[in-house]
Structures are given as structure tokens and as C-alpha cells.
């Protein structure tokens, strides 16, 4: 393939504003074919793709070889390590249905709360958040979707509390990977010693607990409008507040990678303790074709053994206790080194930065055994032991897997390639230069840089690498505080979780509406515009005197 590319970022009549017009152009035809269109994902993110690919060529003069390059690289990404999770995680759901185990798991809950929406809080947001701090990536959207779906709620709904319980943990996800990325990125960026991860952390846990607050609020109006936070607002505001103290004291104060472990054990904690003394005025029968939650309540409840209740969980202990064990310090660093984990630069792709470095992103890493994914492959097949699933079934459901996701399959890989195309070639930097020429005004927009490179990437390690280094030196040129907006790009980063195409496609694909991704977005994008903006508040007043105090100073 053709020769060595430098980014410029402002192709167009040397101008960034100009330029920015032609970068924004990938990212509006996604969100008009999916939002307005109704387009099928997977369609949509080739259409863009391909968008993209123009742009780069005719606009910012990449090699047509280089950018065909670069969209590979982002397709193999997509599916290794991210389908590679998704798929595998969807794999260990399937064996307990095939068990009959799925059943008994959502019985059990009922027996915690017989009350839909609390089952939520419980299973989406406590239990998603533990997911997230484990896996990340797409794992706890994957599952709890489809868990929601096992207690009876309608796909669309599901997949809707789904996504929006997928906020306030992200920041924290996969132990504190997108804080350490961040505190990578951004530690030669200026010169300040509060640029690590230790105290870039903490700023983020002095942000996220405020969206951790309202989320489960908002997890039971989706559910039951305003009969729902009426009847279950104990519930939901004792599992965000203490999801909040919890998040918040974990991150300044015992560890940030643990601090999602910590939070999330806390809230469910707390739930199952309130629910002992306390429990809704009413516990509504709602219909599965009507308004309210969209599920339907057992009348007559099956009696489970203790045995099989405790089979029932063992697949997602047996998660929960791999990913741990995965995670330990030694054990993580031996695995982080060949063979197990391979770093190679992609096969013909030269692409330089502004400052005429190799951009990192061009080196792409291959953990074959310490990823998420092949951790899933050994709780799949543990779990297929412990739920006594013979062999021969077990594989026919894991082919059945793949043929269940190929829609999201295109789909994921088509959005990562538009988005290594959007990086590798200056657009995604044009459009946050633009942004970062705002000024003072850029502490409001800081947190709506994360957010879009999340939504673009569906990963707030991703949009930090991407941003996080602007983020610093755009607060250097503007006499801001380089690590509240450096903690702004992954705490705004995280509420782009729940349009990304990429979490779309999975909720969709998990829940059976591939196709109908756009149905969802349509569902959720209010809520991320919603909270974004007291995001923005937040950042905004935490720049001022109003609330400086919250900035750490060492």
C-alpha cells in the first residue's frame, strides 16, 4: 500500500472551522440514518463508513491505501477484543437458557422483589455496574439485557434500561482502564505532577456519583413513568446514593481500580437490606403489550431447590471469579506479556501525528488469553460443567451465537472502522480543535468532547486516548484547570455510552431487534442529551468559585 500520512487537521483553506464541516460529515449521516432514517445499523455504519473513507480521500488527501488500511485495522478491533467479548458473554447466557438454569435465576429474584422495576435497579444497574467494573466493553449491556428480557420485559425496554443503567460505572469499567488511559495520555501533555491516574480518578469520582444519583430514578420512570418513581423511589435513591458515597469514597480515597467493585457491591447491598424492612405500596401486574414495564409477574411461582437456585448463579460467580483472579496485580502483568499478549504494528499502515510521531493506535495489541472474551470462553465452559450442558449442545449454541449476531457483527466492525478512519485521519481531531477554539467557554464544552468520542467509539478508554491529551492542552492555552477537564472527557465520555452504534447494535442483537437499532436510539438519546447537559453544569461550576473547592490541588 502507498506511502507514510501525516495528520493535518485543517485541509481546507488552511481553516479548522471549514475543515470541520467536511469531518463532521461521517459522524451526522450515522445519526440521521439511524435516528431519522430508521435505517438497519449495520447498513448505516457501511454507508458512513464509506462517507468516511471519501472524506479522508478527496478532503484530507490520505492515500486511498492508508485509509483502506486504517478501516481494517478499526474492523479487526471491533471484533477482537469487543465482539469477542459480546459474543462469548451472549454464549454463557445461552447455555442457561438451554439449561432450563435462566429460568430459575429469574424466579429467584422474584423472590428478592416480586416488583419488576426494582428487579431492575437491582439486575441493570448494581449488577451491570459489576459487570462493567470487571469486563467492560459491551459485557454488561450483553448480559443484563438479556437477563431483563428473562424477567419479562418487552426487547425495546429492556434493551433501554439496559443502556441507560450504563453510565455512571463506565468511567471506573474493566478496573479503571479508561482513567489509567487517561492518566497515560495526558501525564507529558503539561506540566502538572496531579496529571496521573490516582488523582485524574479521583476528580471523575467527584463528577460521576452526581449521574449515579439520578440513574436509577430514571431507570424506573422508563419502566413505569411517574407511578413508578412514586411507589419505588426508596429503592431507587438508596441504590444510587449509595452507588454515589460509595464511588466517590472508593476513588479519592481506597483504590481507583476497585472503585466500581466497591460502588456496585455497596448499592445491591443496600437494596436487598431496605427491601427486609421496606417494600412498594403496590407491586402492579403490567402488561407486555401496553404501557408500564412490559413484562408480565408469574401468579404461580415455582418452587426451586437450593441447588438449583445456586446453579443458577454459579455462571455469573463463575464470571465474577475468573475476571478477579485475571485481574490480580502478578497475574495481570504476566499475562499483559508475550506470548499471551502480542504487540504488532498493523501491516502497511503508516500514519504520523501533527508532531510527526507514529500515532499509537496504529500498533494494535492481540491479548489473546488474558482478553474478556477468552476469559468468557473458560466461565462457558465451566459453566456448561456446572449446569451439566453436554458438549454437543454446547457448541451447537455457541454456533447458534454467531448466527444470532451477525447483524451486530457488520455492525460493530463497520463503526470501529469509521472510527479508526475519523482518528487516523485528522477528522476526529479537526472537529475537536474547532471545539477547543471556544476558548473559556470550552470548560462548558469539554464534557460534549467525550461525550462524541464515545458515541463515535463506543469506549471511554478510546475517547480518552483521543481526547485526553487536548483536553490538557487546550486548558493550558485557556487558563483552565488541566485536570478537571482532562476527568471532564471520560465523566461527559460515559453518557455517549448508551447512543453509541456499537452498544446499540449489542442491545439490539441480544435482544432480537437487529435491524432496529434506530427504535432504541430514539428511546435513549433524550436521556443522554439530559444528563449531558448537567454534565456540562457540573464541569462548568466546578471551573468557578461556586464549586472549585472540588478540584484536588495535589
Not at 328 to 347: H, N, S
Request: one cysteine or more.
Amino acid at each position: 500500500m502507498d506511502g507514510v500520512f501525516r495528520i493535518v487537521t485543517d485541509p481546507v483553506s488552511d481553516s479548522v472551522a471549514i475543515s470541520a464541516i467536511f469531518a463532521v460529515l461521517p459522524l451526522l449521516t450515522l445519526f440521521v440514518l439511524l435516528g431519522v432514517v430508521r435505517m438497519r445499523a449495520w447498513l448505516a455504519g457501511v454507508i458512513s463508513l464509506a462517507v468516511a473513507l471519501v472524506v479522508a480521500v478527496a478532503v484530507y488527501s490520505m492515500p486511498v491505501g492508508q485509509a483502506l488500511l486504517s478501516a481494517s485495522e478499526g474492523a479487526a478491533f471491533g471484533f477482537f477484543p469487543i465482539l469477542w467479548i459480546v459474543i462469548n458473554a451472549i454464549w454463557v447466557y445461552n447455555l442457561t437458557v438451554a439449561s432450563g438454569h435462566f429460568d430459575v435465576l429469574r424466579r429467584s429474584m422474584e423472590r428478592v422483589s416480586p416488583d419488576l422495576r426494582i428487579q431492575a435497579v437491582i439486575v441493570a444497574f448494581c449488577f451491570g455496574a459489576l459487570l462493567e467494573a470487571l469486563a467492560g466493553f459491551g459485557t454488561p449491556v450483553a448480559v443484563t439485557v438479556v437477563m431483563l428480557m428473562a424477567l419479562g420485559f418487552r426487547p425495546i425496554k429492556a434493551a433501554a434500561v439496559a443502556l441507560i443503567a450504563n453510565t455512571a460505572p463506565v468511567a471506573f469499567g474493566a478496573l479503571a482502564t479508561p482513567i489509567t488511559t487517561l492518566g497515560t495520555v495526558t501525564a507529558g501533555a503539561a506540566d502538572d505532577p496531579r496529571l496521573n491516574a490516582d488523582t485524574l480518578g479521583a476528580m471523575v469520582g467527584r463528577q460521576t456519583p452526581v449521574l449515579a444519583v439520578v440513574v436509577p430514578l430514571i431507570l424506573v420512570a422508563v419502566i413505569d413513568g411517574r407511578r413508578g418513581v412514586k411507589q419505588t423511589w426508596p429503592a431507587a435513591l438508596i441504590a444510587g446514593v449509595v452507588f454515589a458515597v460509595a464511588q466517590f469514597v472508593a476513588s479519592n480515597y481506597i483504590s481507583v481500580p476497585l472503585t466500581d467493585i466497591v460502588a456496585s457491591l455497596a448499592a445491591a447491598a443496600a437494596v436487598v437490606l431496605l427491601l427486609r424492612v421496606w417494600r412498594p405500596a403496590a407491586t402492579p401486574v403490567l402488561s407486555s403489550t401496553g404501557g408500564g414495564s412490559g413484562a408480565v409477574l408469574e401468579a404461580e411461582p415455582k418452587h426451586d431447590s437450593a441447588g438449583e437456585v445456586a446453579r443458577a448463579y454459579a455462571p455469573y460467580l463463575i464470571i465474577i471469579a475468573i475476571f478477579s483472579v485475571a485481574n490480580l496485580g502478578p497475574i495481570k502483568d504476566a499475562l499483559a506479556e508475550p506470548p499471551w499478549t502480542v504487540k504488532f504494528a498493523w501491516p502497511g499502515l503508516h500514519v504520523l501525528g501533527e508532531n510527526g510521531q507514529p500515532l499509537a493506535s496504529t500498533t494494535f495489541t492481540l491479548g489473546w488469553l488474558p482478553a474478556a472474551g477468552t476469559l468468557m470462553i473458560l466461565a462457558g465452559i465451566l459453566t456448561a460443567v456446572v449446569l451439566r450442558v453436554r458438549p454437543g449442545r454446547a457448541l451447537r449454541a455457541y454456533g447458534d451465537t454467531y448466527v444470532e449476531l451477525r447483524h451486530a457483527i457488520v455492525t460493530v466492525m463497520a463503526v470501529l472502522a469509521l472510527a479508526y478512519v475519523l482518528n487516523q485521519s485528522g477528522q476526529t481531531a479537526t472537529l475537536g480543535e474547532f471545539l477547543a477554539g471556544a476558548g473559556s467557554f470550552f470548560v462548558f464544552l469539554s464534557s460534549i468532547l467525550g461525550w462524541i468520542g464515545v458515541a463515535v467509539t463506543g469506549s471511554d478508554t478510546s475517547a480518552n486516548a483521543l481526547f485526553g491529551a487536548l483536553q490538557v492542552q487546550t486548558a493550558a492555552d485557556a487558563g483552565l484547570d488541566p485536570v478537571l477537564l482532562a476527568a471532564a472527557n471520560s465523566s461527559g465520555g460515559v453518557l455517549g455510552k448508551m447512543i453509541s452504534p456499537q452498544n446499540l447494535a449489542i442491545a439490539a442483537a441480544a435482544v432480537g431487534m437487529a435491524g432496529k437499532e434506530g427504535d432504541i436510539f430514539r428511546r435513549v438519546v433524550g436521556w443522554s442529551a439530559i444528563l449531558l447537559l448537567v454534565m456540562c453544569v457540573l464541569v462548568t461550576l466546578q471551573a468557578t468559585p461556586v464549586l472549585d473547592w472540588m478540584v484536588p490541588s495535589v
